[in-house]
């Protein structure tokens, strides 16, 4: 899996790709079979403003697609929170040597708490992975009213999704929203994007 599995150097994308069908098969809230394509993970990296000290954070990192590209492109002085619900997710996001790192098992409900922990109260980015539909109307607006109180003055909340079904609850806490339908990846994909201001 883009060389960024638990078991790069040891086995590669056949042994990531069991990994991951293990996790799914186990783990209801995995959400795909597949990780996400380089060509989307650069894609969304580029709508991000990385330059200088950021603090982003990543609900439901999984494997790590995105991690190891937006730690390829932080500067030295930012930090990438993970929010992971899997175990051996997490595990294995842990064992990834990068002082600006910081992987927390945990769910996104507790983002608020999360950032306080960590010191913090407010984030750059906020990108997430995790399928929203699976939550309830009330915890879903609840989480993305916790993201949009936790954003930057100009910052953003990237969401990619299998529907589009998360555009109306993001017009009910951001006043600007937009939706990229990624009709070229498999499995098709739709990228929601919110700000705030």
Do not use: W
């Not at 186990?26 to 580029?46: F, G």
Request: aromatic share 8%; glycine share 6%.
């Amino acid at each position: 899996m883009e060389g960024n599995s638990p078991d790069e150097g040891n086995g590669g994308a056949s042994k990531s790709g069991i990994f991951l069908l293990r996790q799914f098969l186990q783990d209801p809230k995995v959400a795909s079979l597949k990780s996400t394509s380089p060509y989307l993970v650069r894609r969304i990296c580029r709508r991000l403003d990385l330059r200088g000290p950021r603090v982003i954070v990543e609900l439901g990192p999984g494997l790590g697609c995105f991690s190891r590209a937006l730690l390829d492109r932080l500067s030295p002085d930012s930090t990438l929170i993970l929010i992971e619900t899997n175990p051996d997710f997490a595990n294995a996001l842990a064992r990834i040597p990068e002082p600006r790192l910081r992987v927390v098992f945990g769910s996104a409900v507790h983002l608020k708490d999360i950032l306080r922990h960590a010191g913090l109260s407010r984030v750059d980015v906020v990108l997430s992975g995790i399928p929203f539909s699976y939550h309830k109307e009330a915890a879903k607006m609840k989480l993305l009213e916790d993201i949009r109180e936790v954003l930057s003055e100009d910052g953003i909340f990237v969401a990619y999704q299998s529907t589009a079904h998360l555009r109306k609850y993001l017009k009910r806490v951001f006043p600007r929203v937009r939706v990229e339908r990624q009709v070229f990846h498999i499995p098709y994909l739709v990228v929601l994007e919110a700000r705030a201001a």
